[in-house]
């Protein structure tokens, strides 16, 4: 158990690792949640900085996505 929140932020548009990798991947750990960022690349802090910083301050702040 990792005993803290573990949250994952994947874009739609990654051509090295695909959303539904994210989703699979997300499943594997229990209570975890999946943003999705639309559009964005794999570098997602240089493809759509505003829109990761916003998720991860939405999750930070306990909120959902």
Not at 44 to 54: F, G, I, N, T
Not at 59 to 64: A, C, E, Q, V
């Amino acid at each position: 158990k990792l005993g803290k929140p573990f949250h994952f932020i994947f874009s739609d548009a990654d051509p090295v690792f695909s959303f539904a990798w994210a989703e699979r991947w997300s499943q594997t750990i229990p209570g975890a949640t999946l943003d999705r960022i639309a559009g964005a690349g794999h570098f997602l802090q240089e493809d759509a900085p505003a829109d990761l910083s916003a998720a991860l301050l939405r999750r930070l702040k306990g909120g959902s996505a």
